[in-house]
């Protein structure tokens, strides 16, 4: 870094990438500013800057205790431990030392008394919330919302005919003929942990999911112009049950409320929905299965006179972008929920999902909204 850019980046301030300190004495204290950029997109300490600005300087002997202690920092008092690199910037009134830390791809970083600090504007802040600690377990792949139990469901709560069904088509096996208990059989699928359902086993294969996990549902509503109106609606209706069933009656609400077009196709023949029902699968299909299930809030399905909209609680994980599902990238945010998928609804697992659904119907919009953390797609009538 040359002078002239560090004094560009101190003449505008700290903000959420850089942080200006006179000097570090303590460890502790440099350890949670080193967490909280690590868990929060990476950053700069400026060491040697007050905080208005104006530069107190470095001396060598300052610079030599600093190593130590940005040394000890990242290695003892970091977890896991990091590399920040370091680099002396000499100006006319003493020495700035910069220090760069990266985003961390081991989430979540804590300090030795197990706090987890992440940025918060140009301050920094204590992660206190299970939701959020969740969360930023869930992005390091650490644990996936599909497999934390199901608030209280059990194996008896499952519905065991449907099941049964189930076992004999996806596997030419019957439950009966399996030399494993039930309940032994259902941990070996992931279903199930101490005899209680997880948030898949619930969803695929209890009798009424929805008892207990209340707000994983969809609610549609179908509007007479193109907003969102409070009292006027065509039709509205929550779909709760397996998602087998939450997936059917909620794609046969929405082919309901769209027109049928003739086309090529005969007078005397019903036509076909306005929107091709492959692209309304694949894209309802990645909504239940994508979604993600640390979010206590329903899957919401809005029709409009000109365009249908299906928004899932949760932004695309990690690094994925819109740009990348359109070709095909994919990063499985519940991948026991993924798994069964396969064999329950139309759901290849390949990452294909929105590609065959754009083929099929170019006029479809894709919005990541990280700031609200949802994922809308708008797909426009004709």
Not at 97 to 103: N, S
Not at 277 to 303: G, M, W
Request: proline share 4%; hydrophobic share 40%.
């Amino acid at each position: 870094m040359e002078a002239i850019e560090l004094l560009e980046i101190v003449s505008r301030g700290e903000d959420g990438k850089h942080q200006l300190k006179a000097n570090f004495t303590n460890v502790d204290s440099l350890a949670s500013e080193m967490v909280a950029f690590s868990n929060s997109g990476g950053g700069q300490i400026f060491i040697g800057v007050n905080d208005d600005g104006t530069r107190s300087g470095l001396t060598s002997a300052d610079i030599d205790r600093l190593n130590q202690l940005i040394s000890n920092a990242a290695s003892q008092s970091v977890r896991p431990p990091i590399n920040p690199s370091t680099e002396n910037i000499t100006l006319d009134d003493g020495i700035v030392m910069v220090v760069t830390i990266l985003d961390g791809i081991s989430k979540p970083y804590m300090d030795n008394n197990g706090a987890v600090w992440v940025k918060s504007g140009a301050d920094k802040r204590k992660v206190t919330s299970r939701e959020e600690i969740q969360r930023m377990f869930q992005v390091a792949g650490l644990i996936h919302g599909d497999e934390i139990p199901a608030n209280g469901l059990t194996i008896s709560d499952l519905d065991i005919d449907y099941f049964r069904s189930f076992f004999q088509k996806a596997f030419g096996e019957s439950l009966e003929s399996q030399d494993l208990p039930l309940d032994k059989l259902l941990e070996n699928m992931n279903l199930t942990k101490d005899g209680n359902l997880n948030i898949a086993g619930a969803l695929l294969f209890a009798q009424r999911p929805q008892f207990r996990l209340p707000v994983f549902i969809v609610k549609a509503v179908s509007y007479p112009g193109n907003d969102i109106h409070e009292t006027e609606y065509i039709d509205s209706q929550d779909f709760s049950g397996k998602l087998a069933d939450v997936y059917q009656k909620t794609l046969g609400f929405i082919i309901n409320n769209l027109r049928n077009v003739q086309g090529d196709r005969s007078v005397n023949t019903l036509g076909l929905p306005e929107i091709p029902k492959i692209a309304l699968e694949e894209l309802l299909t990645n909504a239940l299965i994508h979604r993600d299930y640390f979010i206590s809030a329903p899957i919401r399905v809005f029709i409009f006179s000109d365009r249908v909209e299906i928004i899932s609680p949760g932004h695309l994980p990690n690094n994925l972008t819109v740009e990348n599902i359109k070709t095909g990238n994919s990063n499985i945010r519940n991948p026991i929920l993924a798994s069964f998928a396969t064999k329950i609804l139309p759901y290849r697992g390949l990452g294909n999902g929105v590609r065959r659904a754009l083929k099929e119907y170019p006029d479809i919009d894709l919005l990541d909204d990280k700031a609200s953390n949802l994922f809308k797609v708008v797909i426009k009538r004709r």
